[in-house]
């Protein structure tokens, strides 16, 4: 039968060994590519958040002084609201709303797709929920703009990047010329004044979107990675973003393959690229135009994340990384700026069987995590709210 980790492997089908062991280490704990003059002083060592508890009553294990809720669920009502959730919810973040409240975006990866949102009171309760995209397919994940809109991904060989407006008054706008291909996320790099792009195919590569007019998105020029042996990437320009001969990818003669890239995270000069396929997650340095690989889910038989997804990071600089992978227990993991990685959180039991987790993203506070499980309940998605004592 083999341990419950060993069953894991088994579920994505891949062994151990023929994987050097990359060490963790970057920007982001502030020294992983050799820091700078600039950099601040490392914080006090943090360790992970603790054993988890028994499930709740969602079939959430959490660790002690955590408690979590469900928001939303699909096919259901909003309490507080006349607006049905919509099904297989996916990507999200969250946004300040005006009076001191918030507003969390989920899309929804199903072929009718789009995007909806909860708005929520000050005081955590949710006031409205409603739809801001319609009239599109498989919205996967993206990302959130410092100027307050969420990029929504499509996620099939047409897709294309919706900018919406979490609180509905405007409508969204598609910006082919961020390329026309199997979206998957997206990352908003607001001193380099670029956005960064993933793309979920096990040969898919790694872009990168230079706006003509910062920050007008509408259009600029669209680029691939080339990556060195020793990490160095070259950025190339696709001929055809619009892939109206051949896929964006193929364009570009020996680019480097990134296996299903799917979560991406801009903080701190660093890009967070999480390649579902090998189970890795590399770190981008913007300034020095290097990357490497923090993270390497198959390098040992102990390593606590498979098949990385959906990322975020808190305040403190931890990373928070989905799974995805339908095993009887699914994660949300750590990395800690101390460089351990570890659980923070699970579900288990029938109401998750077959799911996968994403969705993952702080309020403005940092005080409460969101995730959703996307075929929770018997294939209808549902989000949820943890709240407790967060690293600050």
């Not at 959906?310 to 699914?330: H, K, P, Q, Y």
């Not at 351990?340 to 005080?367: I, M, N, Q, Y």
């Amino acid at each position: 039968m083999g341990s419950p980790l060993y069953r894991r492997r088994e579920a994505i089908g891949v062994g151990v060994g023929a994987v050097a062991t990359v060490a963790l280490g970057a920007a982001f704990w502030d020294d992983l590519f050799g820091g700078s003059e600039a950099s601040p002083a490392p914080r006090a060592p943090k360790r992970g958040y603790g054993a988890l508890a028994a499930p709740d009553e969602n079939g959430i294990r959490l660790p002690e002084g955590f408690s979590a809720r469900r928001v939303a669920l699909g096919g259901e009502k909003v309490p507080g609201s006349e607006y049905t959730w919509h099904r297989a919810s996916d990507g999200g973040a969250a946004f300040r709303a005006d009076d001191g409240g918030w507003i969390l975006v989920s899309n929804s990866e199903e072929l009718r797709g789009g995007a909806g949102a909860l708005r929520f009171g000050r005081d955590g309760q949710i006031r409205d929920a409603y739809r801001i995209l319609d009239g599109t397919t498989n919205n996967c994940a993206g990302g959130p703009t410092p100027w307050g809109t969420w990029l929504s991904c499509e996620e099939y060989g047409e897709g294309r990047v919706w900018e919406c407006d979490p609180g509905g008054a405007r409508k969204a706008k598609v910006h082919d010329a961020m390329g026309v291909f199997k979206h998957e996320a997206a990352a908003v790099d607001p001193r380099g004044k670029r956005v960064y792009l993933t793309e979920d195919v096990i040969d898919g590569a790694f872009y990168r979107f230079t706006p003509r007019r910062w920050p007008d998105l509408s259009e600029g020029r669209l680029e691939l990675a080339k990556v060195t042996r020793d990490g160095a990437v070259e950025w190339v320009a696709v001929p055809d973003p619009l892939a109206k001969r051949s896929p964006t990818r193929h364009q570009v003669p020996a680019y480097t393959e990134f296996a299903r890239a799917e979560g991406i995270w801009f903080d701190s000069g660093t890009v967070y690229v999480a390649t579902t396929g090998d189970s890795r997650i590399h770190a981008y340095d913007t300034g020095a135009e290097r990357v490497k690989v923090i993270y390497d889910g198959l390098a040992k038989r102990s390593a606590p994340l498979l098949r990385v997804d959906n990322i975020t990071a808190s305040r403190a600089g931890e990373l928070f990384v989905c799974e995805d992978i339908s095993t009887e227990e699914i994660d949300i993991g750590v990395i800690t700026r101390d460089r351990k990685v570890s659980r923070f959180l699970s579900v288990t039991g029938p109401k998750h069987a077959g799911s996968e987790l994403t969705g993952v993203a702080f309020d403005p506070s940092g005080k409460r995590l969101y995730f959703s499980s996307q075929r929770a309940e018997q294939l209808r998605g549902a989000v949820y709210e943890v709240s407790g004592p967060f690293r600050a």
